[in-house]
Structures are given as C-alpha cells and as structure tokens.
C-alpha cells in the first residue's frame, strides 16, 4: 500500500559526523518536504522540493542538505555543521503544487540523537 | 515572527464533553488551513482542512471554524474520547502558492475517562 517511509526510526550519531535520513514515497506526489519538530515547538521547514532536480531552502537550512534525483526520493544529510542536530525529523509530500490546496502527508519520523 | 499561533499549549477535557482547539494568524495571504494530529514519536495525520472561501466544514465528530475577520479558526471535537489524546497542530497555506504550509507550535489535548 501507498505511504511514506523513513528509515532508520532511530538514529545516533557521534558529534562532527554527517548523517543522512532517509525518506522514500510511493504516492507519486510531486512535492517533498522535510521538517524538524523539537519539544514543544511547531513544524519547522527545513528543505522541500517541488520537483526532481531542483529545491528549496525552508526555514532553518542552514548545517542540512538534499538531493532530489529521482521523483520518490528525498534524502536528508545533517552535517557536523549543524549545531543543534539531536530532534525528530518529519518527511512529507504533497501532490504537485499550485494547483489547488492538497495535504501533506507525513511519514513516522527519525529520531536522531547526536552523542 | 510567528505566523500561525496556537497560545494553549495544553488543554484537559473530560470523556463526551467538547473539546475546542483555537489557532491565530496574522498572514492575510493564507487561503486555507489544515488540522493536522500527531502521536508522540508518529508523524502527524491530516484531520480536516477550511478553504477560506467557507466558515466552516464538518467531518464526523471534527468541525473546523473559521472566522476571517480576525484570523482565527477552530477545531471542535465532540464528543471528545480518550483516543483523541494528541498534540494537534495547526497549518496554513496559500492556495496555488509556494505549496508552504506555516505550523502552529501545537496543543497538547488529554482526555480524561
């Protein structure tokens, strides 16, 4: 069945290594999205793509990169630039945009905790 | 600057009663908004969404309001059962726009048996 899945669900990491979150769907939606939720805050927007070969810095890009190569994949890289990488990280993806409103979808999130 | 505001950080009701979760905005660009729910270590799930051509929109027990005028809408949840226990996050968007939707930092709902 259709859905989003994110791999590992877990995820530690010694400080000053790169990690890379992966995040796959099958929905054929067009629209990727990575977010980062810490305790008691909202969804904060870190990079999305609204299609293959191209994307957008969010909010809070900075120490983080993607790569969107192919339409199902949208991998996530925290790299030792980052200074507070230890949060949840939440993948979405949404129908092709502009058309009218459509929901995103999440998928489960990886806890990533830095050492 | 938050854009999307949910200023209850929690909020306890008890079993059948209504529950009612309120979200502020202040961008008068969005067009639509959304009620998203979210399990603790769970992505969250769409619940409802309002286009703003509409002040309100039904589905089962979910009922969101949204009063243009002052930017601010509402979910009610009636009755309410202990299963509705969840952080609920707020969202706007902008229809045919960037496709960026803007959270709310969330309200933790209990409810009580």
């Known amino acids: 069945d259709g859905g989003i899945t994110q791999s590992p669900k877990y995820l530690f990491r010694k400080e000053g290594q790169n990690v890379t979150l992966s995040c796959e769907q099958n929905?054929?939606?067009?629209?990727m999205y990575w977010y980062r939720q810490d305790p008691g805050q909202g969804l904060r927007l870190i990079y999305y793509s609204q299609i293959v070969n191209d994307f957008q810095k969010g909010d809070i890009a900075e120490g983080y990169s993607v790569s969107r190569e192919k339409k199902e994949s949208f991998p996530l890289t925290v790299t030792s630039a980052q200074k507070n990488p230890t949060a949840f990280y939440l993948c979405?993806?949404?129908?092709?945009?502009?058309?009218?409103?459509?929901?995103?979808?999440f998928g489960p999130g990886t806890r990533l905790t830095v050492l | 600057d938050q854009q999307v505001k949910q200023n209850s950080p929690s909020l306890s009701v008890q079993e059948g009663r209504i529950s009612i979760l309120n979200c502020d905005y202040t961008?008068?660009?969005?067009?639509?908004f959304l009620w998203y729910k979210k399990y603790p270590a769970e992505g969250p799930t769409f619940l409802i969404s309002i286009s703003s051509i509409k002040d309100k929109n039904e589905d089962g027990r979910f009922t969101v309001f949204l009063n243009k005028s002052a930017k601010h809408l509402s979910l009610h949840i009636v009755p309410s059962q202990p299963g509705d226990s969840a952080v609920y996050f707020c969202a706007a968007g902008t229809q045919g726009g960037s496709e960026k939707l803007v959270f709310g930092k969330g309200t933790k709902l209990t409810v009580n048996p």
């Open positions: 961008n008068s660009m969005f067009d639509y």
């Open positions: 979405a993806s949404s129908i092709f945009p502009g058309r009218s409103y459509n929901e995103q979808f």
């Open positions: 929905l054929n939606h067009d629209a």
